[in-house]
């Protein structure tokens, strides 16, 4: 089973800064990698596949890279409705397809 | 618009049984790969199952294998999820999304909370 590791767990920035999320996995899962984004009480909304590629309707101040076994989302200039909680997962070794334990991202 | 929603979450004692149902619409239900997806209360996501379009293949993740059995009907466009022998760390929310390996499309979840 593949192992995703994310830090830090929370994430304290100001509004308008910039956030750096990073994902590591145990083994290499190539560029099969997503990222996602949850609010309370809502279901995860996928914001980045293939390590880097944004899914539709994701604004471009979100961006993703690495490869193998290091990833990071960047949120660029936080907004307010980027206060969320943010997963990333395998998809290259499965089963089982696995995520990290997740990213708080919190106003500080 | 693809929508998908599950229902047949519930409390149930430990050592129970219960099945799932997620109905998709908006899409050639099908076509694609159908996955379940859990999150307990307070915790992140854990990938529990999913299963090929035409149903012939389906997957598990190790805690739930032989307790729990995915399936689908495609003339109702429907998936569900089997659950045996419930256990209090089965209790979560569990979403239906669509498609096998990374999800766009997911429902809302239903809720299913395992204690005496």
């Known amino acids: 089973e593949i192992v995703m590791t994310q830090s830090p767990a929370t994430l304290s920035v100001s509004p308008g800064e910039r956030a750096t999320l990073s994902c590591r996995a145990s083994?290499?899962?190539?560029?099969?990698l997503a990222w996602y984004q949850q609010k309370p009480g809502q279901a995860p909304r996928l914001l980045i596949y293939?390590?880097?590629t944004r899914a539709t309707g994701i604004p471009a101040r979100f961006s993703g890279s690495g490869s193998g076994t290091e990833f990071t989302l960047t949120i660029s200039s936080l907004q307010s409705e980027d206060f969320a909680v943010y997963y990333c997962q395998q998809y290259n070794n499965w089963p089982p397809l696995t995520f990290g334990g997740g990213t708080k991202v919190e106003i500080k | 618009e693809v929508q998908l929603v599950e229902s047949g979450g519930g409390l149930v004692q430990p050592g129970g049984s219960l099945r799932l149902s997620c109905a998709g619409s908006g899409f050639t239900f099908s076509d694609y790969w159908m996955s379940w997806v859990r999150q307990a209360p307070g915790k992140g996501l854990e990938w529990v199952a999913n299963i090929m379009p035409d149903g012939s293949e389906k997957y598990y993740v190790d805690s739930v294998k032989g307790r729990f059995t995915i399936s689908r009907d495609n003339a109702k466009n429907s998936l569900y999820l089997e659950m045996h022998i419930l256990r209090a760390e089965d209790t979560a929310m569990y979403y239906c999304?669509?498609?096998?390996?990374?999800?766009?499309?997911w429902g809302r979840g239903t809720l299913l909370t395992v204690s005496s």
């Open positions: 293939g390590a880097s």
């Open positions: 999304a669509r498609d096998g390996r990374s999800w766009v499309y």
């Open positions: 083994l290499s899962v190539s560029s099969n």
